[in-house]
């Protein structure tokens, strides 16, 4: 599929505000391991392809392992994550799918065991800024394999 619009370049205002939410997420505190692995599972679960190759891009250049990048879309059949990403995880998918059963009050109490009230709603902005952006990258079919990861000197966006 050809790109339909290139909204970046279309809207920089529309670029602008999505940043501003992304970047939010990642002042937030929340360990940048665990925000790539939320990128990775909300996108999985959308089906964007340019986000997803973007974010295991990010992870590997990170210094994730390829056995989780691989296993992120599996995560409950593993052993390869923490408690606190298993709740992560989990979260991400009620959020994502919030129209199949909102997020039930037993998925809350277990998330709040690992997370803080003030971590649960930065990770829950790290949810909607992924969803976002997965919805406008499939929305005019951003092309797979064409993000370049910045250099060092270079911030990171997305």
């Known amino acids: 599929m050809s790109q339909r619009i290139n909204f970046r370049e279309v809207s920089p205002e529309a670029l602008k505000a999505l940043h501003g939410v992304e970047s939010y997420a990642h002042k937030s505190?929340?360990?940048?391991?665990?925000?790539?692995?939320?990128?990775?599972?909300?996108?999985?679960?959308?089906?964007?392809?340019?986000?997803?190759?973007?974010?295991?891009?990010?992870?590997?250049?990170?210094?994730?392992?390829?056995?989780?990048i691989y296993a992120v879309p599996v995560w409950r059949e593993t052993p390869f994550f923490t408690p606190r990403e298993r709740a992560?995880?989990?979260?991400?998918?009620?959020?994502?799918?919030i129209s199949r059963q909102g997020v039930p009050e037993a998925l809350f109490r277990e998330t709040r065991e690992y997370f803080s009230e003030r971590e649960l709603v930065d990770l829950n902005m790290a949810v909607v800024a992924i969803n976002a952006w997965n919805r406008m990258a499939i929305s005019f079919a951003a092309p797979p394999g064409s993000y370049q990861r910045p250099s060092a000197a270079q911030p990171q966006k997305a």
Not at 31 to 59: F, P, Q, W
Not at 88 to 97: F, K, Q, S
């Open 29 to 68: 505190g929340l360990e940048r391991s665990l925000l790539l692995l939320v990128k990775l599972r909300a996108s999985y679960i959308n089906g964007c392809a340019y986000c997803i190759d973007m974010h295991t891009k990010d992870a590997r250049a990170e210094g994730e392992t390829e056995q989780r």
């Open 88 to 97: 992560a995880l989990a979260w991400t998918e009620a959020v994502t799918e």
